[in-house]
């Protein structure tokens, strides 16, 4: 087997490894960082990283990986598009001893099916934001509207219900529309514009709490297109920590942001050099960290030491 294989190589294997990785495509500024993070990664270690654009679509990804398996690489990155339908082509990864390593979202299947998931709690995240929420308004009645990621996937999902776990009990937040907006900045300028229009030209949105960042700053150019103030008028939350949304924090423009690590790759080569060295298994959950980051934590600042991290 490649495990045996690369046991004897020893020290070197790095080198002779070859990964595929089948990206969901680039819809956000997190995940463009993510993909050059997992290049550079790569470079670093000397691996040959195989990468497939799926342009969005779970059939894409799951021709990549049968792709990656008729190759016979070393092992198989996957960014998970969708949650569900994954056990056909992951048995397939199995019976080709291939190891599967799931990264940034999470599915709904056996985890026999793959080696590990190095993922943020999308649940706690979503709580987070919503914690955040709780406490700035206080006893106000606040009517939130709120941007969902992609329909089926786990941060879109989780993330949701996280948010609504944290002001569950608190009567006087309530969310009053809920879309996808897909993770992009279009769609989510685009919903947040019919959001507009159907809440008294915005005068009745508190805030919006959006899955991600990108959304969140499409929904900022739809408030200021419609007369109102981001930020201030309509509060905005949202997830990632990308650059830009610490710029549009230092304007005063959104309120507070979740960090997510565009690294997961590291942490995933991590386990799976071990792995392919002596058969050493890593937990089937890697947990990255998630932060808040508001108004107060210097966004400017912030905004400089990410500009150049590869978003
Ligand atoms: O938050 C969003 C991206 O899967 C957790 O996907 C990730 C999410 C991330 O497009 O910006």
């Given at each position: 087997?490649?495990?045996?294989c690369l046991m004897m190589s020893g020290a070197a294997f790095a080198a002779d490894m070859?990964?595929?990785?089948?990206?969901?495509?680039?819809?956000?500024?997190?995940?463009?960082?993510?993909?050059?993070?997992?290049?550079?990664?790569?470079?670093?270690r000397g691996i040959?990283?195989?990468?497939?654009?799926?342009?969005?679509?779970?059939?894409?990804?799951?021709?990549?990986?049968?792709?990656?398996?008729?190759?016979?690489?070393?092992?198989?990155?996957?960014?998970?598009?969708?949650?569900?339908?994954?056990?056909?082509?992951?048995?397939?990864?199995?019976?080709?001893?291939?190891?599967?390593?799931?990264?940034?979202?999470?599915?709904?299947?056996?985890?026999?099916?793959?080696?590990?998931?190095?993922?943020?709690?999308?649940?706690?995240?979503?709580?987070?934001?919503?914690?955040?929420?709780?406490?700035?308004?206080?006893?106000?009645?606040?009517?939130?509207?709120?941007?969902?990621?992609?329909?089926?996937?786990?941060?879109?999902?989780?993330?949701?219900?996280?948010?609504?776990?944290?002001?569950?009990?608190?009567?006087?937040?309530?969310?009053?529309?809920?879309?996808?907006?897909?993770?992009?900045?279009?769609?989510?300028?685009?919903?947040?514009?019919?959001?507009?229009?159907?809440?008294?030209?915005?005068?009745?949105?508190?805030?919006?709490?959006?899955?991600?960042?990108?959304?969140?700053?499409?929904?900022?150019?739809?408030?200021?297109?419609?007369?109102?103030?981001?930020?201030?008028?309509?509060?905005?939350?949202?997830?990632?920590?990308?650059?830009?949304?610490?710029?549009?924090?230092?304007?005063?423009?959104?309120?507070?942001?979740?960090?997510?690590?565009?690294?997961?790759?590291?942490?995933?080569?991590?386990?799976?050099e071990?792995?392919l060295a002596?058969?050493?298994?890593?937990?089937?959950?890697?947990?990255?960290?998630?932060?808040?980051?508001?108004?107060?934590?210097?966004?400017?600042?912030?905004?400089?030491?990410?500009?150049?991290?590869?978003?």
């Amino acid at each position: 087997s490649s495990v045996a294989c690369l046991m004897m190589s020893g020290a070197a294997f790095a080198a002779d490894m070859t990964v595929g990785f089948s990206q969901i495509g680039s819809e956000s500024g997190w995940r463009a960082a993510e993909t050059t993070v997992t290049l550079q990664q790569a470079k670093e270690r000397g691996i040959d990283l195989k990468f497939a654009d799926a342009q969005q679509k779970q059939e894409n990804q799951i021709k990549a990986v049968r792709g990656f398996i008729a190759q016979g690489v070393d092992a198989i990155l996957i960014a998970p598009v969708v949650a569900t339908g994954w056990e056909d082509v992951l048995a397939e990864a199995k019976d080709a001893e291939i190891p599967v390593i799931l990264l940034d979202r999470q599915i709904d299947a056996s985890d026999e099916l793959y080696l590990t998931a190095v993922t943020s709690d999308q649940v706690f995240e979503g709580k987070v934001a919503g914690e955040w929420l709780v406490k700035d308004v206080g006893d106000q009645e606040c009517k939130v509207v709120e941007l969902q990621g992609t329909t089926g996937s786990s941060p879109a999902i989780n993330r949701k219900k996280g948010f609504e776990e944290a002001i569950a009990g608190h009567d006087n937040i309530t969310i009053s529309r809920s879309q996808t907006g897909d993770f992009t900045r279009t769609k989510g300028k685009e919903v947040m514009e019919s959001f507009i229009k159907a809440e008294n030209g915005g005068k009745d949105i508190c805030a919006v709490y959006a899955h991600n960042d990108d959304m969140a700053v499409g929904a900022i150019q739809a408030i200021k297109e419609a007369g109102l103030k981001p930020g201030s008028d309509i509060k905005v939350v949202s997830i990632d920590a990308v650059p830009d949304i610490f710029l549009a924090m230092a304007e005063g423009e959104a309120n507070a942001t979740v960090e997510l690590t565009p690294n997961m790759a590291g942490p995933a080569f991590d386990v799976l050099e071990k792995y392919l060295a002596d058969g050493t298994m890593p937990p089937k959950w890697i947990q990255t960290e998630s932060k808040l980051f508001t108004q107060g934590d210097d966004p400017k600042g912030v905004y400089e030491s990410k500009k150049d991290l590869g978003y």
